[in-house]
């Protein structure tokens, strides 16, 4: 989800909440603690260098328990961000503490904010030795047995 879509669903929803890819909710009484961008300047395994630009939420379960972030709210300090730090219509990446922090893509399904996983991946794939994932074949006989190349 871009920030410009977030700030456009935020206009027609009475509540925010977020729902964590194993279906649980983020508290009720979660804190944004921030609204910011987070630049990532790399080279990849096969020697490309790269960059990556996304806007950052992070979620804060407090132990502040009658809390509830109203999405004006959460508007206002979007908009404040855009304007201090002239965020660009990125796509956003939320970071949440459960065991550790973690990042999250983010979507909406009409309801609920959904934090999505996300993966990490070869990116040189084609460079760096990486084999092609193989897609199993109904009836093929078994790459273990002698000769079949698996071993």
């Given amino acids: 989800m871009r920030l410009s879509e977030i700030k456009n669903i935020l206009e027609t929803v009475e509540g925010v909440t977020f729902r964590l890819p ?5 508290p009720e009484h979660f804190h944004v603690t921030e609204v910011g961008v987070v630049a990532r300047n790399f080279i990849d395994c096969g020697g490309t260098v790269r960059k990556e630009t996304v806007a950052n939420f992070q979620l804060w379960d407090a132990n502040d328990y009658e809390h509830r ?29 459960d065991t ?3 990042k999250y893509g983010l979507d909406f399904d009409g309801k609920d904010f959904v934090l999505t996983i996300k993966n990490t ?7 760096c030795g990486v084999p092609e994932k193989k897609e199993l074949v109904e009836n ?3 790459c273990c047995t002698p000769g079949g190349g698996c071993c």
């Avoid at 972030?69 to 503490?97: C, F, H, T, W």
């Avoid at 991946?121 to 460079?127: E, G, Q, R």
């Fill in 22 to 26: 194993n279906g649980t909710y983020v």
């Fill in 100 to 102: 550790t922090i973690g």
């Fill in 121 to 127: 991946a070869c990116l040189a794939s084609d460079t």
């Fill in 69 to 97: 972030l109203k999405p004006k709210k959460l508007r206002n300090i979007i908009a404040l961000s855009e304007k201090v730090l002239g965020m660009e219509d990125s796509e956003i990446e939320v970071e949440y503490q």
């Fill in 140 to 142: 093929q006989q078994s």
